[in-house]
């Protein structure tokens, strides 16, 4: 397909939204229709687009007048976390109703994500992420106005900082092209920035950030979006770091760090999870956690740890589906899902942390003590699941956004991939391919064989066999009435800091000046005295302006 | 002689500080425009005199049209602003004098005194025809700061500066609603 | 010829749209046809091109251009689509007018005449009825004038080098003065009527007005563009600090959108500042935004602030978004320039400047409920602004390139 067709799967959801508004307003119900067929039009282009060329394809379409050109790209790389977007952003969008406001947004939100994969520079996404980032931030209120949401000024703190980024690179190297930035420019305090933009944009943070907070929503619909669209944004960014560090970061300690990052962010998603009082609250930590076991997968700084967190990444997409669509009760759709998100074997996950965790642990030094913390987490995690199954519902949720059948279905299918870990494996060093150097071993994985530098993971004899007996279980299972609960499980250890934590936050929160100090900072009385009768202050500030530039 | 229409300048701008009535204001305006119409013409700016001279004195003739009646200088509450006329006068000289330097002190000194008397005035008056006045005297000092050298358009300016100023005292007065 | 038929023609709209002004209808037509022909003047002209048709050399440059035809679109758009309870005919005649003077100041071959006919403007709209007392309304842009007017006389002079720094300061703190920014504020009363508000020259005629005082000072006083920039940048975080803050904290909606106008300069006045091509660049993005998002959104505002009329809806939240810079509006493309030229000129001015953008997010939340439930010709305005904002944020090369960078 001629470059020209990259413009496809951003053009595709935006007349998508484009229609639903239209229609919406004249008051035909066809909103939810041609929003998600645009995103899914979009899924399928990009497939369409790749397929035939299987490399990376490329289109400059001149200046856009704030430094940055507007390029397109799209390598694997590209394909994989536009498919993590895509695929979760349609189903959603064609599975539960929405008001075609909320269509509109959402598939607004959707093209500038995509806008921002297929970025050919830093700037320009910069200019889309923020652009998902406003949109999502509107959905949310467009759902609910007083529920919780991401802070918009640090999302926008986020993806400015992402531009300063971007900025540095051109004035040191010239460029902020992925492809053509200088590897001496992608220096410390630009990774840094880039970090920051990553983890706030994405909420990547240890304690409960928005990608928990959201959760808490009545309706969980925007909630589904939001997660699916940004998690992924946050992910992106620090694989399109490594291409601009040709295949390595500025310094190695900044693996470790954001390694040991990803790990405290999936111990403390996993500590909330086993202190959960709801199903719903321990539901609130699963995606972090994944997010924080991709990451530090990603930061090992190895091909098998990248090729480890693209398979977290879309398997994150996939079970994101699952959990927004899961009523809040117990029952086989939710064990499904939780099994399939805590790394129950034979899942994909299992697959993808067992791989993000060996890549850690086979680099040893620093960072294969964070593996070693990373398998600590797990242990947690696994717990924590394990009592969610005892835990009282939640709030519940209204049943015409659930579907607790499809959300049993993307359960059971992530248990059942993991004898396809091989599979998933190739392609994902494919993609890894584009932005650093993969070794031939890993290229030499067969479709039942994984290969690595210290081991040779044989994932269907292995895990095969562990699928037909799960099943054979399942199917041998009898139903039982569910028996009356006398109160939550205990949690495997209590989380004393987080409740001073809240009050300090809430404390901070209430901040104000003290009353008797709020006629220092007066508008009304510095406007009266800027325009009042005398302006004193304006002579008074030019004696202080000739001052202070004639010195 | 330019030290002479220097010195009017200031008297001019002087007396429209402190003058409250429309023949003070128009007798300040006149003498500004005369001042500045003679520095002009010394400097060889023969063609842009002519026009502020017209301008002005238009506009201090307009001026005695409307504006609270009679002289209104040292009204009660005017010895800040002669004070202030004085101290305007000195910085002034200051500038104009001993740090700057060449040819043309005289006239360096007349629009700075110009310049900066109808800015005081314009910070303290609540009359109309008093701020307009003032504003009138601000346009023809601006209009005058063109024919310092180098002046390339310094005609232009002129004759935009009579014009703007007769036009300003030309304008009908404004009261507020209510007032 | 393009120059002066830039200043006749509007001059002309606006002088029979006030004589004509018992038949709005005629005056609104008539009004119109002249501005359009005004606009197709400055359209054809060349940047840079002298005219000497009527003894005055008058030439537009290419920024100056460029803002003037963007604030003629506004001011089309803004009649075309006027809010409720706006007088299409007042709307045309007060543009018409401000729009002579912007292509007089932009036009004029020298800065003392661009002064001259700002304070032409400046007392023609103090002449209007209003709430405030006529002396008051005069007080602040007259005396920006003198203060540029002192400017000039210290750049005319001979001397040493703190000649030139003092008339560095007359120009600086006498454009501050003419916008109203801090700390030279103009007093302000939210219920009074726009024309005769200082609305007008922070949001209509400032721009203009900037860019040629500017380029003027740049060659004026060339050994103090140091100084300049310095004021610049000074007064642009005490704007942009004060401004994005008091607009968050204010009583008064009103006063809230005087205050991200002010904070909105700060920004600009930064870019100006950095003296780089990048920070112009930025500059002039502000400054179409203002001309062509804020200032339209703040006229439609209008009514619901009367009405005391707040929500929370999607269309809120868009015009939040424009006005806090958020992409895909025009204010993220004019940031990265910023923070650009900052980075290029001294890093940790970029630091602070990166930190102070986030100050805008709470004073526009606060804005977009100021619109209220828009419906009709107000939601079409609100939907026009956002759409030149989205256009200006998404690609603004050719606007850009109109204006020479």
């Known amino acids: 397909m001629t470059p020209p067709a990259l413009l496809i799967p951003i053009v595709l959801p935006i007349l998508g939204a484009a229609i639903a508004a239209t229609a919406g307003r004249a008051g035909h119900g066809i909103a939810r229709a041609s929003a998600s067929l645009g995103v899914w039009g979009a899924a399928v282009a990009v497939v369409a687009i790749w397929l035939p060329v299987r490399s990376t394809q490329e289109i400059s379409l001149g200046q856009l007048g704030f430094g940055s050109p507007f390029d397109l790209r799209l390598d694997m790389i590209g394909l994989v976390f536009s498919l993590a977007v895509l695929i979760p952003a349609a189903t959603l969008l064609a599975l539960q109703p929405r008001t075609w406001q909320e269509n509109t947004v959402a598939g607004l939100g959707v093209a500038a994500a995509m806008a921002a994969i297929e970025a050919g520079g830093v700037l320009m996404t910069a200019v889309a992420g923020c652009t998902a980032a406003t949109l999502v931030v509107i959905q949310l209120d467009v759902e609910d106005l007083r529920a919780p949401r991401p802070s918009w000024a640090l999302l926008l703190a986020a993806w400015l900082a992402l531009a300063w980024a971007g900025v540095v690179l051109q004035v040191v190297g010239g460029t902020a092209v992925y492809a053509a930035v200088p590897v001496s420019a992608m220096t410390v305090p630009v990774f840094a920035l880039l970090a920051f933009a990553s983890i706030f944009g994405g909420g990547l943070v240890p304690w409960r950030g928005w990608t928990s907070a959201i959760w808490s929503r009545t309706s969980l619909r925007a909630a589904g979006l939001a997660v699916a669209t940004l998690q992924p944004l946050a992910l992106y960014l620090f694989v399109r770091a490594y291409e601009l560090g040709d295949g390595h970061y500025p310094q190695s300690w900044l693996n470790v760090v954001l390694a ?5 962010v999936a111990f403390g998603a996993a500590a909330r999870a086993q202190a959960a009082t709801t199903r719903r609250e321990y539901m609130a930590e699963v995606l972090p956690g994944l997010a924080g076991f991709a990451l530090m997968a990603l930061a090992v700084g190895s091909a098998l740890g990248l090729i480890a967190a693209l398979i977290l990444t879309a398997s994150t997409a996939i079970i994101v589906i699952g959990i927004a669509l899961l009523p809040d009760r117990g029952g086989a759709p939710s064990l499904l899902v939780t099994a399939a998100a805590a790394g129950v074997p034979p899942g994909l996950v299992f697959g993808g942390r067992i791989l993000g965790l060996g890549a850690a642990i086979e680099a040893g030094g620093a960072m294969g003590l964070v593996g070693l913390a990373g398998v600590a987490t797990w242990l947690v995690a696994a717990a924590a699941a394990a009592r969610s199954v005892g835990l009282p519902a939640g709030r519940g949720r209204s049943a015409v956004e659930t579907l607790p ?41 067969g479709l039942g064989t994984i290969v690595t530098e210290s081991t040779v993971v044989p994932v269907v004899s292995l895990l095969g066999p562990l699928l037909v007996v799960g099943a054979i279980a399942l199917a041998l299972s009898k139903r039982t009435g569910l028996t009356p609960r006398t109160g939550e499980p205990p949690p495997l250890f209590p989380l004393y ?38 302006p004193l202050l304006w002579l008074a500030s030019i004696v202080a302006l000739a001052i202070a530039v004639t010195r | 002689m330019t030290a002479v229409a220097a010195f009017v300048a200031w008297i001019g701008g002087a007396v429209i ?35 502020v001279l017209a301008g002005g004195a238009a506009a201090a003739a307009l001026r005695l049209r409307s504006g609270p009646p009679g002289w209104g200088l040292t009204q009660p509450g005017s010895t800040p602003r002669i004070i202030l006329a004085i101290v305007i006068g000195i910085l002034a000289l200051y500038f104009a004098t001993s740090l700057s330097t060449g040819d043309g002190s005289p006239l360096r000194f007349a629009w700075l005194v110009v310049i900066a008397l109808s800015a005081a005035r314009l910070l303290d008056c609540e009359e109309p025809a008093t701020a307009l006045t003032a504003a009138a005297t601000l346009a023809l000092g601006i209009g005058a700061v063109a024919s310092l050298p180098p002046a390339a358009a310094g005609l232009a300016a002129a004759i935009v500066a009579g014009l703007v100023a007769a036009g300003i005292s030309a304008l009908p007065e404004v009261r507020p609603h209510g007032a | 010829m393009e120059p002066e038929l830039a200043v006749a023609l509007p001059a002309a709209g606006a002088a029979f749209a006030v004589a004509l002004r018992p038949r709005p209808r005629l005056a609104l037509i008539l009004g119109a046809v002249l501005g359009a022909g005004g606009v197709a003047a400055v359209l054809l002209a060349t940047p840079g091109a002298a005219s000497n048709l009527l003894g005055i050399t008058l030439s537009l440059s290419a920024a100056g251009r460029s803002m003037l035809i963007v604030a003629a679109i506004s001011l089309a758009f803004v009649v075309i689509l006027a809010p409720v309870n706006a007088e299409r005919s007042a709307l045309l005649r007060w543009g018409l007018a401000g729009l002579a003077g912007m292509a007089g100041i932009a036009a004029a071959p020298t800065l003392e005449v661009s002064v001259l006919v700002l304070l032409a403007l400046v007392v023609l709209q103090a002449t209007v009825e209003g709430g405030r007392p006529h002396a008051r309304r005069l007080r602040a842009p007259a005396f920006a004038v003198a203060l540029i007017g002192l400017g000039l006389v210290f750049a005319r002079m001979a001397g040493p080098p703190v000649l030139e720094r003092l008339a560095a300061v007359g120009l600086v703190a006498g454009l501050t003065a003419a916008l109203g920014a801090l700390p030279y504020m103009h007093e302000f009363d939210a219920d009074e009527r726009t024309a005769t508000s200082p609305i007008p020259w922070i949001a209509f005629v400032g721009p203009v007005l900037a860019i040629v005082v500017i380029t003027r ?5 060339p050994s103090a563009a140091g100084a300049v920039g310095a004021m610049l940048i000074g007064l642009g975080l005490l704007n942009i600090v004060w401004g994005c803050v008091a607009a968050w904290r204010t009583e008064l909606p009103g006063a809230a959108w005087r205050y ?3 904070a909105d300069w700060g920004l600009a006045m930064c870019g100006f500042g950095l003296g780089v091509a990048e920070g112009e660049a930025g500059a002039l993005l502000i400054l179409y935004a203002i001309l062509l998002t804020r200032l339209p959104l703040y006229l439609w505002s209008r009514q619901p602030m009367r009405e005391r009329a707040q929500t929370d809806r999607p269309v809120n939240l868009l015009v939040a978004a424009a006005l806090a810079g958020s992409a895909p509006f025009a204010g993220f493309p004019a940031r990265i320039l910023l923070l650009r030229a900052a980075t290029s000129v001294f890093w940790p001015f970029a630091l602070v400047l990166a930190a102070a953008l ?21 939601m079409a305005g609100i939907a026009v602004a956002l759409a030149f904002s ?16």
């Open chain 1, 405 to 445: 059948r499809v959300a049993m279905m993307i359960g059971a299918a992530m248990l059942a991939l993991g004898p396809a870990l091989a599979l998933a494996y190739l392609a994902a060093s494919a993609a890894a391919a584009d932005v650093m150097n993969v070794p031939a071993l890993a290229q030499a994985t």
């Open chain 1, 497 to 534: 800091a987080a409740q001073a934590a809240a009050r300090i936050v809430n404390a901070l929160r209430r901040a104000a000046v003290p009353s008797e100090y709020r006629s220092l900072f007066n508008p009304r009385a510095l406007e009266n005295v800027a325009a009042g009768g005398t």
């Open chain 3, 358 to 378: 986030l100050l805008w997010i709470p004073s526009s939340l606060r804005l977009g409920r100021t619109m209220g439930m828009p419906k009709g010709r107000q």
């Open chain 2, 17 to 51: 500080l402190v003058a409250d009535g429309r023949r003070g204001l128009a007798l300040g305006l006149g003498l500004v425009t005369a001042a500045i119409a003679g520095l002009a013409f010394a400097a060889g700016q023969h063609a842009a005199a002519i026009a």
């Open chain 3, 390 to 405: 989205l256009a200006l944020g998404l690609y603004p090369q050719p606007l850009l390139l109109l204006a020479g960078r």
């Open chain 1, 260 to 264: 040991a990052w990803g790990v405290l």
């Open chain 3, 260 to 262: 991200s106008f002010i």
């Open chain 3, 217 to 221: 000072t740049h060659e004026l006083v």
